[in-house]
């Protein structure tokens, strides 16, 4: 197996400012470097990803045929960004014949903080709808979704990762003992990597396919629904 690779990174998944999405080429030779990267801080940004792969593609930043294979997140996050980016994934599977290696959003990060807080449990917060949020564990595969007030907060000291940490803190009682960790997110290097090694090592955890933890929600229009024409 040739140890230089290029590697598509794809987040889709996040729902906040202060987590964006982005498209990457991240190359891989002695270490992981990102090539180039586009971000979007607003919301439909997965949906313009196909326009900025293209974009790389015109500007001859990447070749399509020589991408090794494919990182992505499927959740937990926005609906409808999930929809799109993977949609877009499966089209590059198909077109370029490349594998996909599917990421959950606190999975990609633990390794880089395990590093830092060895035998700690910690837990990756995100946005879910208002006052709800998504809680992943290093300690367990499964996501679970909670309202604010009711999350059920670990007995043991923890360390709190994740966009949502701001939105939760002023619900922790006094006598919970947590650590808010150096870094909140995961970024394309470490969608890189842990891919790669999950690609080495043969391991997938995830399936391809949107990590929804919450229904869709859907409302009625404010004005009502508008009559067919005849």
Excluded at 13 to 19: D, G, I, Q, R, T
Excluded at 25 to 36: A, E, G, N, R, T
Excluded at 164 to 172: D, E, F, N, T, W
């Amino acid at each position: 197996m040739k140890n230089e690779k290029t590697i598509l990174v794809i987040n889709g998944a996040s729902s906040s400012e202060k987590s964006p999405n982005f498209i990457s080429i991240v190359h891989k030779d002695d270490h992981y470097s990102i090539l180039y990267e586009k971000k979007s801080f607003e919301r439909g940004g997965p949906e313009r990803f196909p326009l900025y792969f293209q974009e790389f593609i015109q500007k001859g930043q990447v070749i399509a045929d020589q991408i090794d294979f494919i990182s992505i997140l499927v959740g937990p996050g926005s609906f409808t960004g999930l929809r799109a980016s993977i949609a877009f994934a499966l089209g590059l599977q198909t077109g370029l014949n490349c594998p996909i290696v599917a990421l959950r959003r606190g999975e990609a990060i633990f390794p880089f903080l395990e590093k830092q807080y060895p035998e700690k449990l910690i837990w990756h917060i995100s946005t879910a709808r208002k006052n709800r949020v998504y809680i992943e564990t290093n300690q367990s595969t499964k996501v679970q979704a909670f309202d604010i007030p009711n999350i059920p907060w670990p007995e043991v000291e923890f360390v709190m990762s994740g966009e949502a940490v701001s939105m939760v803190k002023p619900y922790i009682p006094p006598v919970i003992s947590w650590i808010q960790a150096s870094l909140l997110e995961n970024n394309a290097l470490m969608l890189a990597e842990l891919a790669n090694n999950y690609m080495n090592n043969h391991k997938n955890t995830n399936k391809l396919y949107p990590l929804y933890i919450d229904p869709p929600k859907a409302s009625l229009p404010a004005k009502g629904l508008r009559m067919m024409p005849s």
